[in-house]
């Protein structure tokens, strides 16, 4: 029994040590494209939800509610992307993302909080509280990009 909590132990403290080494080595262009291809993904998943929104696309209760499942995941993904270390990278986030990094993390907050609530209504089925939920998780994400990527 002691010798089984033992080799756990072992066991935990050699997987933190990996983990932390494999931190350590991730190159910074690669968490650029990491935080990059989370972001995409959430582009992919909310746009329907977004057309839907805006009459373009038909609503589709469960369509949101999965969609909405994907995105609770991906809203947690590309923050730890944002290390100092990637500051000089070729990317489209403005220095604000550092300088003021409460703000920025607080708009990280805003989102999930946002996905989070759609995530909830969205079982629901109903279209109009699905909808409000949807136009808030849409400004969370313009909220970020107003203030912390390159207008393009
Ligand atoms: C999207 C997408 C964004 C957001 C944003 C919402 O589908 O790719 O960046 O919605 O336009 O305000």
Known sequence: MKRKLVAAAVALALGAGVAA?????????V???????????LGKYFGPLGGMLK?????DAAVVARNAGYLEVLAKMPWDGFAEGTKGEKSH???????????????QDHLQTAVAS??????????AKTKAAIGDVGKACGGCHDNFREKR
């Open 55 to 59: 009459g373009a696309v038909p609503f």
């Open 118 to 127: 759609l995530v909830t209504v969205s079982k629901g089925g109903d279209e």
């Open 31 to 41: 968490l650029v494209k990491q935080r990059q291809s989370a972001l995409t993904l």
């Open 93 to 107: 986030a403005l220095p604000a993302v550092w300088s003021d990094a409460a703000k920025f993390k607080q708009a």
């Open 21 to 29: 080494t494999a931190r350590a080595q991730v190159k910074p262009e």
